[in-house]
C-alpha cells in the first residue's frame, strides 16, 4: 500500500458526461501528479500540483481540469467525455517541491474510466 | 524531446535473473527510476538512481546506470513467479514529472 488514495475504483459513463476522479496524497506530501494510462499512449503525464498551485502541464486535454484544495487532496474534472477518453488514470504524490530531492513518486490503485 | 524506450517482453525461467534494459534522452534528468506494475494494480516504485552514480543494489535489485551512452539497466536476481509484471523505467524533468517508457512485460516460467 503506497498511502495514495484514489476513489472511485471503477467509473462507467456514456460519452458527453463529465466525471471527477478524486486522489488523497500520502501524509506529507505536498505534491500531487496525475497521469493517464492507455493501451496505445502508454503512461502520460497530465498535470502536476505543488501545496495547491498547479506546476506543470503535461499532454492534458482542455476539457480536462484539475485542482489541489488546501488540505492537499486532488481532483480530477474530465468533461466532455469521449470514447477515447477510456483509461486508468493515476495519482501519484511526492515528498518536495520541484527542484528538490528525488522526487520519488508514490502512486495510487488508480481509477479505471469506461466511455460507453 | 523526452523519449525513452525499453523491450516490450522478456521471458525467464524461475531462479535466473532478469535483465531489463532501458534508454533515454534527456541528459539533465538527475533521477531514474524503476517501476513494477502487476495486472489490475497501480505502479509500486522499485527503486530510484541518483543520476551521478554508476550502480545501486537493493536485495535482488541492481540498478546499473551508463551515464555516457544513457543506458540503464534493472536486473532482478534468483527470478520468481511473484516477480512477473511490467516493469517501467522513468525519467524525471526539473519539474519532477515523471517520461516513463511502454514497459517491459516479465514472464516468469517454472
Known amino acids: 500500500d503506497s498511502g495514495v488514495t484514489q476513489t472511485p475504483k471503477h467509473l462507467i459513463t456514456a460519452t458527453g458526461q463529465r466525471v471527477t476522479l478524486r486522489c488523497s496524497p500520502r501524509s506529507g506530501d505536498l505534491s500531487v501528479y496525475w497521469y493517464q494510462q492507455s493501451l496505445d499512449q502508454g503512461l502520460q503525464f497530465l498535470i502536476q500540483y505543488y501545496n495547491g498551485e498547479e506546476r506543470a502541464k503535461g499532454n492534458i486535454l482542455e476539457r480536462f481540469s484539475a485542482q489541489q484544495f488546501p488540505d492537499l487532496h486532488s481532483e480530477l474534472n474530465l468533461s466532455s467525455l469521449e470514447l477515447g477518453d477510456s483509461a486508468l488514470y493515476f495519482c501519484?504524490?511526492?515528498?518536495?517541491?520541484?527542484?528538490?530531492?528525488?522526487?520519488?513518486?508514490?502512486f495510487g490503485p488508480g481509477t479505471r474510466l469506461t466511455v460507453t | 524531446g523526452e523519449d525513452v524506450e525499453q523491450s516490450l517482453f522478456l521471458s525467464v525461467r524461475e531462479g535466473d535473473s532478469s535483465v531489463i534494459n532501458c534508454t533515454y534522452t534527456?541528459?539533465?534528468?538527475?533521477?531514474l527510476y524503476w517501476y513494477k506494475q502487476e495486472p489490475g494494480a497501480g505502479l509500486q516504485l522499485l527503486t530510484y538512481?541518483?543520476?551521478?552514480?554508476d550502480m545501486k543494489q537493493d536485495q535482488r535489485l541492481t540498478v546499473l546506470l551508463n551515464k555516457k551512452d544513457k543506458h540503464l539497466s534493472l536486473r532482478i536476481a534468483d527470478t520468481q513467479t511473484g516477480d512477473s509484471a511490467i516493469y517501467f523505467c522513468?525519467?524525471?524533468?526539473?519539474?519532477?514529472?515523471?517520461?516513463f517508457g511502454a514497459g517491459t512485460q516479465v514472464v516468469v516460467t517454472p
Open positions: 538512481i541518483f543520476s551521478n552514480m
Open positions: 534527456d541528459s539533465s534528468s538527475t533521477y
Open positions: 522513468a525519467e524525471n524533468d526539473s519539474w519532477g514529472k515523471l517520461q
Open positions: 501519484a504524490s511526492s515528498p518536495g517541491p520541484p527542484g528538490q530531492g528525488a522526487y520519488e513518486q508514490y
